[in-house]
């Protein structure tokens, strides 16, 4: 975005000029998810006069887009006084997702200018399970009784005067705050001022508990197409809603979950950039650790074999080769399952369906790869006859079981209760590299 | 979704029994979602009936919902007459969906049963590129004119009583059409009735082209917390919105993309279960090919250490762990970078950084690797020390290399117009398997 580095240079040169009024202007018209942008770029000692320039509105809206650096930069720095103007306009879910990353001494600077029924409120969020609905969710949501009018809802609705984009579907609630039904914004303001809300409303409500995973919320987002979805506590009590720009995050982190989980590493919530060398390490040593056993596996195959190696030391040239191309048409089929399985495509049941699936597809791939490499094998090593065959028909058999293998796993492991994702690439190459290893010498020592 | 399954059973009951009246009551009570998966459970001659029995609305959102297969097989039952209800509800964007996919004598049929005015649109959506602003757009909008009043717009709300999502954000424009501003419904109902429009909207619009790509609409999308965007022609006149459920789509589909190129596929659309063996296998076969080039590298290398090999027969059995270890350590480096990269986190003028950070993260890992290894090889094989401390000393450098090339490649791709996703676990994998026998020979050569 090199329009904005512009506008963020102009703002810095105003800054220096001491065109302190021209530039509170600027700064209080431009985009909240900018300016927070234009904060992370700012050097520390900075970015505290350019937050004072901001409107108590805009503040607090700057500060819910800001990274968590760059927020506990700014309450470390600012007055008591000013942490309650923040924490008064912010979001309930804007705050708890501060507070459960922010350390200890700033959270109870908050919680110290909080008054006591939102830090009672706070707190309890704040104890709700990481990835559950009851921490995504927000409080900001408009409720009617369901036998208020058209009339009375339109009036309490401009009363709160939220003006925030949780009001486009409004909840209505009985007696004992039970939910009842869904009432989107639209529906009610085409309806006649007479009517009972509870006849306008929708019935059919999809909701979910507060400890539900978030994971699960997102496909019910995606397969209803909606823009919030109720929150309920376990006597069906409306206790909150989640939105959807909430749910966009997390789709984006679930995915980041799976391809790090794909690809033999832990997950990780940090950004690269900002995770330490040892927190990376960290996540990293484990399964190479796991993966490096299954390593030293197909070297004791190899070991097995040293007689025929010793005899026909060409072999052992191909075995990059063969453990290769196997390890990828491998990672190939189970990153499809595992991709499938997490978007619902493939399900358990399916398991003989893709079997047979990937059994002819690896034919078709196994034949090919193998033919090109007798053709290239005949013309450049015409006088090794029998290891050149040798290498063809390992070539196909690999791909097939590689295929085969790389297929089934995924669905056992989700049978087992693990998370597919790690019977990815790094997995599946170590487990095909030795079946490989043995179809390999195993053909040699009859053919060769 | 066990309970879903209860409810189907239920319907088919009904059907079986006759009792077509309460069936009719209940799928038209029923979630249009639900009912699509319902659709698509059942076997095509059943189809048609239950279609039936929804009223035209419900018909047209139920089609919404459904996969193009049981689209596809409604349009070819139906009558023309019916498919002109269909298409009078549907929102031009599920139309044109449809059509994108549709064969060609159905895409006929639809257009022979719309009017021409929307007939023109939709030839025009069809002809935006594939996954460009225009071809996910919808012109379900609601616009105002800058010097409307509010009464004057909530008057024309109502009177085209639009029943959609889309009414949330409206649009405000000149009399040449141009895009003024933006005007979320919110602010419209909390206004009085004598504003002007014109001052009650927000000018500080983000709006993208019927070019600009879905990918970077996306990050839009996430950027500033939308739940929807206008879309202008190159004169800026407004000719369609995105909305977010759609986006939701988008964000899943290029993360399918991302995965399914970082284990070496061609990226595919379809899902897994419909798509046939002979196109998995294309989408396949390429990178196969490909990566199969560098593992016959790989074995040149090999083959030019052939004396070495010979003389300590021992050293090939640890081909496979220190080429393993080593693609999987390059692997990992590189899915972060990838991911980083595509969520914005990283960019190029990084480049320095993580190289410094991925250098010092792979001598942590490798020293700790390389150690595990030696107690290990020392307790099992304490007769070969040198080949012992030749693999050792090679695990830590290729650990340390694997890194370097894992976390650099991706960088270079993008630098040079590529995607990044094609520099992952694959590609770094045998680019790394070279450089691991080429480090472990050389040390060997030296030590053993």
């Not at 912010?90 to 200018?113: G, I, Q, W, Y």
């Not at 939105?243 to 940090?270: F, G």
């Not at 950004?271 to 390490?281: D, H, N, P, Q």
């Amino acid at each position: 975005m090199e329009e904005m580095e512009l506008v963020f240079n102009e703002y810095i040169k105003l800054m220096e000029s001491g065109n302190y009024i021209e530039l509170k202007k600027e700064l209080n018209d431009e985009n909240a998810a900018n300016l927070a942008e234009f904060f992370e770029e700012l050097p520390d000692d900075r970015q505290l006069f350019i937050f004072r320039l901001l409107t108590k509105d805009n503040a607090a809206d700057v500060f819910s887009y800001m990274d968590s650096d760059t927020q506990e930069h700014i309450v470390k720095s600012i007055t008591d006084n000013e942490v309650r103007n923040i924490v008064d306009e912010l979001c309930m879910d804007d705050t708890v997702d501060f507070l459960s990353e922010a350390p200890a001494n700033l959270v109870t600077k908050v919680l110290r200018n909080t008054d006591e029924n939102k830090r009672e409120l706070i707190n309890k969020f704040l104890n709700y399970p990481e990835n559950s609905a009851g921490s995504i969710m927000t409080i900001e949501f408009v409720q009617f009784h369901e036998l208020m009018t058209v009339s009375r809802a339109m009036e309490q609705l401009r009363k709160t005067g939220v003006d925030k984009e949780t009001i486009y579907t409004c909840y209505v609630v009985d007696s004992s705050r039970k939910l009842q039904g869904v009432l989107p914004l639209r529906r009610l303001i085409l309806a006649d001022d007479d009517t009972i809300v509870r006849e306008l409303m929708n019935d059919d409500i999809i909701s979910v508990g507060t400890l539900d995973d978030q994971e699960y919320i997102s496909h019910l987002f995606k397969k209803y197409n909606l823009i919030a979805m109720p929150v309920v506590d376990q006597e069906n009590r409306l206790v909150g809603i989640i939105t959807v720009d909430d749910i966009v995050d997390v789709i984006e982190q679930e995915n980041t979950e799976d391809i790090e989980k794909m690809s033999a590493l832990l997950p990780s919530d940090d950004e690269y950039l900002k995770t330490s060398i040892f927190a990376l390490a960290k996540n990293r040593i484990p399964w190479l650790l796991v993966l490096m056993i299954s390593g030293t596996i197909s070297g004791a195959i190899m070991g097995l074999y040293d007689d025929l190696l010793a005899r026909v030391i060409a072999l052992s040239t191909f075995v990059p080769l063969l453990m290769g191309t196997g390890g990828n048409a491998g990672s190939q089929a189970s990153t499809l399952i595992i991709r499938g399985m997490a978007l619902g495509e493939i399900e358990m049941k399916d398991i003989l369906k893709v079997m047979w699936k990937e059994f002819r597809v690896g034919l078709i791939s196994g034949a090919i790869l193998s033919l090109v490499n007798f053709i290239r094998l005949s013309i450049m090593e015409p006088d090794q006859f029998y290891v050149n065959i040798t290498v063809s028909i390992s070539m196909l058999c690999v791909v097939v079981v590689a295929k085969s293998i790389g297929c089934t796993l995924p669905i056992f492991a989700k049978k087992c209760g693990f998370d597919p994702a790690i019977m990815a690439g790094p997995l599946i190459t170590t487990i095909v590299d030795s079946v490989a290893l043995i179809i390999f010498f195993n053909i040699a020592g009859v053919l060769v």
